[in-house]
């Protein structure tokens, strides 16, 4: 690289083949290449397995397929009966129970790792087509709620399931469907 400095030549794709003192330039070209790779790579698996604020921690050797399999411990939430509400369900409502065309939150629970309870014992059911809205002061859970049920958080107990998905084993096909603007 020196002699090409001394000499004002600028190294370009075009001069890549020439060899200096047994050492040829497009070596330096791959290597550079393989860096940008191989830090690209590390970035994103890091960024899986340690994530930020935001994001569900996944197992190490999260891309092996044996490590991805959906959690054993799922159990459907009772379709037969509607969760308790301020109105009575009836009718059409009924029908989209049965259909599994709801958004089904039983028991909710989320404790962060200083031991501050965000989420406690929320039980809520969502009707498609239909208006939802959670309202309460700051800090009382709204948007950890939301990034629960949307995979950003991961909560520490009770179940949720969005039109017959559960959230913590098919985050993926749920992911597909949804759409939330905060």
């Known amino acids: 690289m020196l002699y090409m400095q001394i000499n004002n030549i600028a190294v370009t794709f075009s001069n890549m083949d020439i060899e200096i ?7 330096t070209f791959f290597l550079l290449i393989g860096h940008i790779l191989f830090w690209s790579l590390a970035t994103l698996y890091l960024d899986q397995v340690f994530p930020n604020e935001f994001g569900v921690q996944k197992h190490p050797l999260f891309f092996i397929p044996y490590f991805n399999k959906k959690a054993a411990t799922h159990q459907p939430l009772p379709s037969a009966a509607p969760l308790a509400s301020v109105e009575p369900v009836e009718g ?3 029908d989209m129970i049965e259909q599994k065309q709801t958004i089904n939150v039983k028991n909710l629970v989320k404790r962060y790792d200083s031991g501050k309870l965000a989420v406690n014992d929320l039980s809520l059911q969502m009707f498609k087509n239909q208006i939802f809205v959670l309202l309460g002061h700051n800090g009382a859970g709204k948007t950890t709620t939301i990034s629960m049920l949307t995979g950003l958080l991961k909560f520490t107990a009770g179940q949720a399931e ?21």
């Open 92 to 94: 059409v409502f009924l």
């Open 162 to 182: 969005i039109f017959g998905l559960d959230v913590n084993s098919d985050l993926k096909q749920i992911q597909q469907m949804m759409g939330v603007c905060p």
């Open 21 to 27: 003192e047994n050492y040829q330039i497009r070596f």
